[in-house]
């Protein structure tokens, strides 16, 4: 005993090794019995003998390696081997101090070794096994035997600690072992505190495993577990908080000392296993995760017996070992998503469990499975794409679309289970894109959101359910909030992809590729699938559009095999023509066969037809099938798997002969012929229906069998064994057909069985709907499950699709937005519960926001129109909590998606329209329509009323036909509440609406105007759709005959307001929306609206003045356009004249910031000028004055069009009705516009390059080049131009007047080529009346009348044009041919007058030119000025035709006495007084004419005398023939006889002088001679050259001849001369003698002139005129003067020439 003190002073050796066992040796020896234990207590003294005086091993030596370091192998087998005796069940006190002992080496990382599978039993351990696997074997017999809980514990410590050592590998089998031995211990041990830390230890060992499987390495930090994430509520015993206290503290002191200790070797620790696995590709250490994983699903598989189904331990064993798998799926790491082997397992193995386990009906079953389920799905559903697609129904849908009889606790683990999916949005894409979008897959994505619909909307009414009450509103809550977290994530999704919130995106964006936000980190939610990003074999990226066409394909598959199920035959049409199959019959054949969905009885009708086509089909469908080999059970059995036999016999009997041909071709040896074959199908037929109806009594025999089948191979019977083997194959065994086994399935058309062909699968699968027995599934359906999964790898559709385009949201709201608007709409109108109607109002709201972003349209207006609908704001006596949560998403709603609501804003808009209107209700304010149907005064005194009796307003609330209507109600379309009267309204109604109105204090009103003052924030398009929606609905409210309202009215003037800083693009969309408004609103037919809304827009606009405009931009004008047109249309005087108070008030004060708005001030005032109120005009001409006379200069120096809108704005005012004196003044003010224009400098000169020629001078529309002041001066003068074709005569002259002073003052300021436009543009069109004027117009009896206005306007002008020239005439002389062909033109004119003037002004313009001319211009303007004079002439001759068919009666008493007569008596007729008047004018005009001529000679020989010396031969000789065309007209219009003798009757009766024909003539050709001599005189060389005195004698001559013919002695040859006697003398009348005298002196003046010629001249002329001479001797004389003058020439003349 000496010993043991010194082993205990030796118990602090030198390794830690060492000193733990030492510790531990100490313990056993004094817990050991010296009876019991003699030889342990004596190994345990020599191994601590050993411990202590063994020297520590030296690195690097040759001595055996030790399991335990620092210590040598013999003593550390010596240490062990004690251990390995105190390792004994049936002492515990003993056992634990050596459990302890080895938890403390193997924490501290003190023993080495691999731990080799053996048998648990100690001695039954090889001795060739390590040290530790006896140990470890040691450990788990020491636990298998159990008993102590302290023991249960401490063994579990240890294999907890032999799991996360890493020095020492505990692999493969060994691992198993150890997760047995704690599960065991969870089922066996008596303890609840030991089961507890049992399970810990598992999911310990568990979650050490896992991190060594990620990392490929044993040393690895892990994670302590926690007691709440493995809490099962099945396990209530387990539930008590110091139990799981004392648990969560025996792990967490377990797992203490994880991290490597300082003296740990270095080198003897296996740090990573070697790949001595089966897949040299893969460590030993993932090889042992596999196979845990894997021997984990085989614990999940176990299943009672059939002796003890009910077997509790076995049940919580399964639950157990799921809870286990769940926690491996929830924390398998990126390895296990990637490795195909651990794919694999979870394929084969995991899903093989699920499949088993969901025959349980236990609630703790299906809730692991449910959720094993969901992180599959969550973090594997790349890889398990077609498993998914089958379990997903099984477990899910299956109880989801269970309405009437589920199992409550089932379906409310579903609803948690759907909700937690909804709450990830990419799994609920991803299931979009990979089963809706996919042919081959079922619609789980619509299933599931029909599904949630169908429980939303509760049990239907009449249908018998096992459901309380309770239960199923718990489903309806449940249910909608899954709808709304789903609708929810969605939105979230889509704003992160389209990263709404942190910029502002345009809508028309989400239809593009979102390809930047394809790729995502798992760490943005659990929904993410790490696969996704490494493994691109398996998964594919795609985009929107692919899966459009996906999805179309889909959906018009479906809808053929919709159709199909109701009418095969044209179900195949439709499919051929929409090329969905192909046009054969084999393709036709292939599709019936392989397609699921497609009902089996109507394959066999279609089959079954007669018709040429689906014979053919037939015929492919049987010829496809493979029979070979197979008996003729098996064939048939084969055959009817695809489809139902029609019941008609007919069809039978197609299909079964084609059945028995292709069965003989398949197997020639079986029949001797096809006969035998098809009779014996049709003989099965007939036993499966006889065997298997339950509605056959009688069945058929084995021996009736055979005797019905005799003689059936060509007369020869059967083989009886044959027939016998086929009887009892399908007499045992019923030949199931494809639509009997899917009857339960054939109530849901989209039922996922029929979707993935697994019919008769699914069916073997007991589903029972209340607490079943566990049952597991049959060895056929896995292998059948697994077959199929096999096959369905191999297929391209089993890619793996993942899309990260926002605008795959699109496709999903299409195929699901109707059934969650019926969800959140029906719940939201029935029930009033805070939880569901929240959820709904939360659902309808994020389902607008997605649908408006992705521009939606027609679906978004659904949602919105339903959540406005149930405000009730149109209703609101029947408003409760839930309405006023519906105005609140409203509110929400247009605040944040603002910018995609677009045309929905109208809804928005009209919901706050009607709150506003309540809350004025409530508040007992007076309504706008108080305001705006009486005057301003009633107004004012009903305000004051309304705010000191507020309190009796609501008191009388019955005397407010407001109140009284809203009480009414009406529907949500309606713009006017129901007014009927039968619809009497009582005081508890209006208690109840009043009670209901104060509901909405909830929302206040700074929360609508938030909306309002938010519009700043909204973008370019969204601020244009809502400023057009809140003008509809403006527009609504103005123009309701009863309640006229302006809430939107006041709001537009505030949106204005707001958004007047946004850019000129913007704003300019925005403005042309509001002034369209403005517009139509101002010409309402209510006045005060109209008043109102034009103050409204003048606020606007004197706050839009306040901002500077630069120069050449419009906007200005076109904000003041509302006020233009509504000036120009409004019928309301009262109306425009507040317009002209507006737009003066914005002038005078703003007149400094108005650039283009100076358009629109001169439009209204231009229209106020023709204003029909007189004090309209005068305030808009006194503000015009002022803006002309003090700011002139801001209306020159902006746009070039301002001042033609000022000059067309004075223009006007010269027509006003009202003031003649602002006729004027308008005239007068456009002088001062001039001189304005003058004094600030605006000099219109050339700069280099020529004024543009084409100006518009119409006004509005004139175009000039930029730079030239030219448009300011031109639409002043076109202006002036235009007011000259004015009707009275007063503004025409004053017109005429201003316009040439201008030019004459200002002249010098303008260019020639400016003085070019000029006179194009404005001068040269004062005078095309003139010259357009048609000549047959020229005599008719009111020509003179009609055209005296613009006569005196016209020669006012020609003077002021020849003023021009005289003072211009340097600058503008590029234009004197025109001028003087206008001047000259005048000369032409039929009236005296007219013609007078043009004359003097031709005079003028020679004389104030004529020194300047040149020789050209000379001759330019003389030959202008010979044509006009020459065309006058055409005068007389049309006197002539007017007067040939006129008689002048011959009449005795005067004309003047007609007056005693009566009209009768003095005109035969009318005709008669046409006569006379028609001749009267012909006198005045023959008189005018001969006055005219006259004139022009006068003229001429005042120029000739003036202008003589600029004069050249060619200029005197265009003057000579002038005055000669002028004496020979003269003669013309004096032989003209007849003429003379109707005018002198005329002139007669009328008292009136006749014209002076003969004075005419004389003055004309006495002119002509006094001309020639003149130029005979002055121009001697001159008269030479030009013969003038030739032209002198043929005058003289001419004139001689006229004397003799009026003496009555025409000129004769000499034969008359010489027979004088024959002749006598007649005398003349007193006319004749009276004409004598006239023309006396004209012939004197002839005789004066040829006597002065020399006698040489003389004697060259008397043959010519000698014979002229004696006529006049003969003739009789007037006066004595012509025979003196006579008698002087033959005397002194004619004598000598005759005597020499």
Request: charge should be negative.
């Amino acid at each position: 005993m000496s010993s043991v003190p010194d082993a205990e002073g030796a118990l602090g050796g030198a390794s830690p090794a060492a000193r733990v066992l030492g510790r531990a040796l100490d313990k056993i020896i004094k817990h050991s019995s010296w009876r019991r234990h003699a030889a342990l207590v004596a190994a345990s003294k020599s191994a601590l003998d050993l411990i202590t005086s063994a020297p520590a091993p030296e690195y690097g030596s040759e001595a055996p390696p030790s399991p335990v370091p620092g210590i040598p192998a013999p003593a550390a087998d010596a240490a062990l081997s004690v251990l390995l005796l105190a390792l004994d069940p049936a002492s515990p006190k003993v056992a634990e101090p050596a459990l302890e002992c080895v938890a403390g080496l193997l924490s501290l990382r003190l023993l080495l070794g691999d731990v080799d599978a053996a048998d648990p039993s100690p001695t039954s351990a090889p001795s060739s096994s390590s040290p530790v696997s006896k140990l470890f074997a040691a450990v788990l017999s020491c636990g298998a035997l159990g008993g102590d809980d302290a023991l249960e514990l401490a063994v579990l410590r240890v294999l907890l600690a032999f799991a996360r050592c890493p020095t020492v590998s505990v692999s493969g089998e060994c691992l198993g072992q150890v997760v047995k031995a704690c599960y065991n211990v969870y089922l066996g041990s008596a303890s609840g505190g030991n089961q507890l830390c049992a399970k810990l230890a598992i999911a310990q060992v568990l979650a050490t495993v896992l991190a060594r499987v990620e990392a490929d390495a044993m040393d690895v930090r892990v994670r302590t577990v926690s007691a709440a994430d493995m809490m099962d509520l099945s396990d209530r015993s387990l539930n008590d908080s110091s139990v799981v206290q004392a648990a969560q503290a025996f792990i967490n002191e377990a797992m203490e000392g994880s991290d490597v200790p300082e003296e740990s070797p270095p080198m003897d620790v296996p740090i990573e296993g070697e790949g001595s696995g089966e897949d040299v590709g893969m460590s030993k250490i993932r090889e042992d995760g596999l196979a845990l994983f894997k021997y984990l699903c085989k614990l999940s598989m176990k299943f009672a017996t059939p002796d003890n189904p009910d077997d509790p331990l076995l049940l919580r064993g399964k639950v157990l070992s799921l809870e286990l798998l769940r926690m491996v799926v929830d924390n398998a790491g990126p390895f296990w998503k990637t490795n195909e082997k651990y794919l694999e397992a979870i394929k084969q193995y995991l899903c093989l469990s699920l499949l088993k386990n969901s025959a349980l009906s236990a609630m703790s079953v299906f809730q692991l499975l449910c959720s094993i389920f969901m992180s599959l799905l969550s973090r594997f559903r790349s890889g398990l794409k077609e498993e998914i697609g089958i379990f997903f129904p099984m477990l899910i849908l299956r109880v989801l679309e269970n309405v009437l009889q589920p199992s409550f606790l089932q379906k409310m683990t579903v609803l948690n289970f759907l909700e937690k999916i909804c709450k990830e949005p990419q799994v609920t894409i991803d299931i979009f894109v990979n089963y809706d979008c996919d042919v081959d897959a079922p619609n789980i994505f619509e299933r599931i959101v029909n599904g949630l619909l169908k429980t939303a909307l509760g049990v239907p009414a009449g249908s018998t359910t096992t459901l309380t009450v309770a239960q199923d509103q718990a489903f309806r809550i449940e249910s909608v909030k899954c709808l709304a977290t789903l609708i929810k994530s969605m939105s979230a999704w889509m704003d992160q992809q389209l990263r709404i919130g942190e910029f502002s995106l345009r809508s028309s964006e989400t239809q593009g590729s979102m390809d930047n936000h394809n790729i995502h980190n798992g760490e943005e939610g659990s929904g993410m699938d790490y696969e996704l990003q490494s493994d691109a074999s398996s998964t594919d990226i795609t985009d929107s559009s692919s899966l459009e066409q996906r999805r179309a394909y889909k959906i018009e598959l479906q809808k053929g095999i919709a159709l199909f199920n109701k009418k095969p035959s044209k179900g195949i049409d439709f499919l051929v023509r929409s090329k969905k199959i192909g046009q054969s019959p084999e393709d036709v054949a292939s599709f019936l066969r392989n397609t699921a969905g497609l009902n089996a009885t109507m394959i066999g009708d279609y089959l079954g037809e007669r018709d040429d086509f689906p014979l053919k089909v037939m015929h492919a469908y049987v010829d496809t099938s493979n029979f070979e080999g197979m008996d003729f059970g098996q064939a048939i059995r084969f055959f009817l798997q695809g489809f139902r036999l029609p019941g008609e016999a007919q069809k039978i009997d197609r299909i079964m002969e084609k059945f028995a041909e292709h069965y003989c071709k398949c197997n020639p040896n079986a029949f001797t012929s096809a006969d035998t074959a098809y009779v014996l199908a049709y003989s099965v037929i007939l036993l499966n229906t006889d065997a298997h109806n339950p509605m056959v009594t009688n069945k058929m025999s084995k021996a009736d069998f055979m005797r019905n089948n005799r003689g059936i191979d060509n007369g020869k019977d059967l083989p009886e064994d044959y027939l016998s083997a086929l009887y009892d194959q399908i007499v045992n065994n019923e030949i199931k057909m494809s639509a009997d086994s899917s009857v339960s399935q054939t109530k849901q058309p989209n039922s996922v069985s029929k979707l993935l062909g697994l019919d008769n699968i699914i069916n073997f699968v007991n589903w029972r709907l209340a607490e079943d027995k566990a049952e597991g599934a049959n060895d056929f359906l896995i292998k059948h499950i697994q077959e199929k999964f096999k096959a369905k790898r191999g297929k391209l559709e089993s890619t793996f699709y993942v899309v990260a385009d926002a605008t795959i949201l699109r496709f999903m709201m299409e195929s699901c937005w109707a059934p969650v608007m019926a969800a959140f709409s029906v719940p939201l109108d029935q029930c009033d519960d805070k939880a569901s109607t929240s959820q709904c109002l939360k659902g309808l709201r994020f389902a607008v926001h997605i649908l408006s972003v992705m521009c939606m349209q027609t679906q978004r207006d659904a949602f919105l129109t339903s959540i406005a609908k149930f405000t009730s704001l149109h209703s609101a006596a029947d408003m409760k909590q839930k309405n006023v949560d519906a105005m609140k998403a409203i509110i929400s709603i247009a605040i944040e998606d603002g910018n995609y609501l677009q045309e929905a804003w109208e809804h928005v808009l009209t919901c706050l329209s009607r709150f506003e209107h309540l809350h004025l209700l409530g508040e007992g304010v007076p309504t706008d329509a108080s305001f705006l149907t009486v005057s301003q005064v009633e107004s004012e005194e009903k305000t004051q009323k309304s705010t000191s009796v507020l309190s009796s307003k609501k008191n009388n609330a019955l005397q407010n036909p407001a109140v009284m209507a809203a009480v009414r109600g009406g529907t949500y379309d309606s713009t006017v509440a129901k007014t009927s009267a039968s619809a009497l309204v009582t005081p508890e109604q209006i208690n109840n609406f009043l009670s209901n109105i104060n509901l909405l204090d909830q929302i206040g009103i700074v929360e609508l105007n938030h909306i309002f003052a938010h519009s700043q924030r909204l973008n370019s398009d969204a601020i244009v759709a809502f400023v057009k929606a809140l003008c509809k609905v403006s527009m609504t409210e103005l123009q309701s005959p009863t309640d006229p309202r302006i809430f939107c009215l006041t709001k537009i003037v505030e949106i204005a307001h707001y958004n007047m800083n946004r850019i000129r693009l913007v704003w300019s969309r925005i403005w042309k929306v509001l002034s369209d408004f403005f517009v139509s609103v101002g010409l309402l037919e209510n006045l005060s609206v109209a008043i109102f809304v034009m103050d409204s827009l003048r606020q606007l606009a004197m706050k839009f003045l306040e901002r500077e405009e630069l120069a050449n931009y419009n906007f200005q004008n076109e904000f003041l356009r509302p006020f233009v047109i509504v000036m120009q249309r409004s019928n309301a005087p009262e109306v425009r004249e507040l317009i002209v108070r507006c737009v003066s008030q914005m002038v005078l004060t703003r007149v400094n910031n108005i650039k283009s708005g100076w358009k629109g001030v001169f439009m209204v005032f231009t229209s106020a000028a023709a204003d029909d109120t007189k004090s309209t005009v005068l305030l808009a001409f006194e503000t015009v004055e002022k803006i002309v006379r003090d700011y002139f200069h801001h209306i020159t120096e902006t746009e070039t069009r301002t001042f033609t809108d000022c000059v067309t704005c004075l223009i006007a005012f010269t027509s006003s009705q009202f003031n003649s004196d602002a006729n004027l003044n308008a005239i007068a003010f456009l002088r001062f516009c001039a001189v304005k224009l003058a004094e600030e400098g605006f000099i219109c000169q050339d700069r280099g390059t020529e004024q543009p020629r084409n100006l518009d001078m119409s006004g509005e529309n004139a175009t000039v080049h930029k730079d030239s002041h030219a448009s300011l001066w031109v639409p002043l003068l076109a202006g002036l131009a235009k007011l000259t074709s004015d009707p009275r005569l007063t503004i025409k002259k004053g017109a005429v007047g201003v316009l040439f002073d201008i030019l004459k003052d200002h002249g010098h300021l303008f260019s020639q080529t400016f003085w070019t436009d000029i006179f194009e543009r404005v001068v040269y069109p004062l005078f095309s009346s003139e010259r357009s004027t048609p000549n047959d117009q020229i005599l008719t009896s009111n020509s003179a009348e009609y055209n005296l206005p613009d006569i005196e306007t016209q020669t006012l002008a020609v003077k002021c044009l020849v003023g021009l020239f005289v003072n211009f005439f340097d600058v503008i002389r590029p234009e004197l041919a025109r001028a003087a062909s206008i001047v000259t033109y005048f000369v032409r004119s039929p009236y005296k007058h007219c013609a007078t003037t043009g004359v003097s002004a031709f005079l003028r313009l020679t004389e104030g030119v004529g020194n300047k001319l040149s020789k050209e211009e000379w001759k330019e303007i003389l030959v202008c000025f010979k044509e006009s004079v020459i065309h006058t002439f055409v005068i007389f001759s049309k006197i002539v035709r007017m007067m040939q068919d006129i008689e002048i009666p011959d009449r005795i008493d005067s004309y003047s006495e007609s007056e005693q007569y009566s009209d009768h008596e003095i005109y035969s007729n009318d005709e008669e007084e046409a006569n006379m008047e028609t001749t009267s004018y012909a006198i005045v005009k023959l008189k005018n004419h001969m006055a005219l001529l006259l004139v022009v000679i006068q003229n001429i020989f005042k120029l000739h005398e003036e202008q003589r010396k600029y004069l050249y031969a060619e200029h005197i000789s265009i003057l000579l023939e002038m005055v000669s065309a002028i004496a020979t007209h003269s003669s013309e219009v004096s032989s003209e006889s007849s003429l003379q003798m109707k005018f002198h009757k005329a002139c007669s009766l009328l008292e009136v002088s006749e014209p002076a024909i003969v004075h005419f003539e004389n003055e004309s050709y006495q002119s002509y001679l006094k001309l020639l001599q003149a130029l005979q005189h002055d121009y001697p060389s001159l008269s030479e050259d030009m013969n003038i005195e030739s032209q002198i004698l043929q005058a003289c001559e001419k004139i001689l001849r006229i004397y003799l013919k009026c003496a009555g002695h025409e000129p004769s040859d000499e034969a008359s001369h010489g027979d004088l006697s024959l002749h006598c003398a007649v005398p003349l009348s007193a006319a004749k003698k009276e004409e004598l005298s006239a023309r006396t002196s004209l012939l004197l003046q002839v005789m004066k002139l040829l006597g002065n010629l020399e006698r040489d001249s003389f004697s060259r002329i008397l043959p010519c005129f000698f014979p002229l001479l004696v006529d006049l001797i003969r003739c009789e004389h007037s006066s004595g003067e012509v025979q003196h003058a006579l008698y002087n020439i033959f005397r002194s003349i004619i004598g000598p020439v005759i005597r020499v």
